[in-house]
T-cell receptor, first 112, second 115 residues
């Protein structure tokens, strides 16, 4: 069963505007959540993480929000740039253990 | 350091043949992971090593799959008697520590096609 879900396969945003990518999960034992970005023919690249004890984490243009009661997290990119065009994966780790569960990805296109 | 290296980049094999993939992690990383990604899906966990010890294995890792990390350096993933359902991108990643806060560093993957 899919424990981490990204229900939007694709998203298009104008350059300079905000991109919001969403992720839902089902397992309350997840203790860390990560976002990865993937370009074609490359492996995923780590972007940002958040612990389940926090509700927000920022790193430059990237902010991740966690709503544990709704089992929902989102990645905000402000301002969006054409180089941000990629597939974004949400991933979650179940405690105990070190196995990450990935969503199916959202393809972001930033239009110049 | 050139990051995580995987070899080969592409492999085409006939059903029933055995294949072996190699992963060279970042040298100072003590943890190494194998994931598999099929079309339209996210990466799925296969197994993970801390140094040379294999600490977790997914139920996806059937008896036909075996992974090793001798001496805690490079790792190999072998698939015996390949099936068409094994066609996928096999991703290796490494981390220093558990990779929860700072993520893994992934390689570019080995794409396996079983014909």
């Amino acid at each position: 069963d899919q424990q981490v879900k990204q229900n939007s396969p694709s998203l298009s945003v104008q350059e300079g505007r905000i991109s919001i990518l969403n992720c839902d999960y089902t397992n309350s034992m997840f203790d860390y959540f990560l976002w990865y970005k993937k370009y074609p023919a490359e492996g995923p690249t780590f972007l940002i993480s958040i612990s389940s004890i926090k509700d927000k984490n920022e790193d430059g243009r990237f902010t991740v929000f966690l709503n544990k009661s709704a089992k929902h997290l989102s990645l905000h990119i402000v301002p969006s740039q054409p180089g941000d065009s990629a597939v974004y994966f949400c991933a979650a780790r179940r405690s105990p253990g070190n196995q990450f569960y990935f969503g199916t990805g959202t393809s972001l296109t930033v239009i110049p | 350091d050139t990051g995580v290296s995987q070899d080969p980049r592409h492999k085409i094999t006939k059903r029933g043949q055995n294949v072996t993939f190699r992963c060279d992690p970042i040298s100072e990383h003590n943890r190494l992971y194998w994931y598999r990604q099929t079309l339209g899906q996210g990466p799925e966990f296969l197994t993970y090593f801390q140094n040379e010890a294999q600490l977790e294995k997914s139920r996806l890792l059937s008896d036909r799959f075996s992974a090793e990390r001798p001496k805690g350096s490079f790792s190999t993933l072998e698939i015996q008697r390949t099936e068409q359902g094994d066609s996928a991108m096999y991703l290796c990643a490494s981390s220093f520590g558990l990779g929860a806060e700072h993520g893994y560093t992934f390689g570019s993957g080995t794409r396996l096609t079983v014909v």
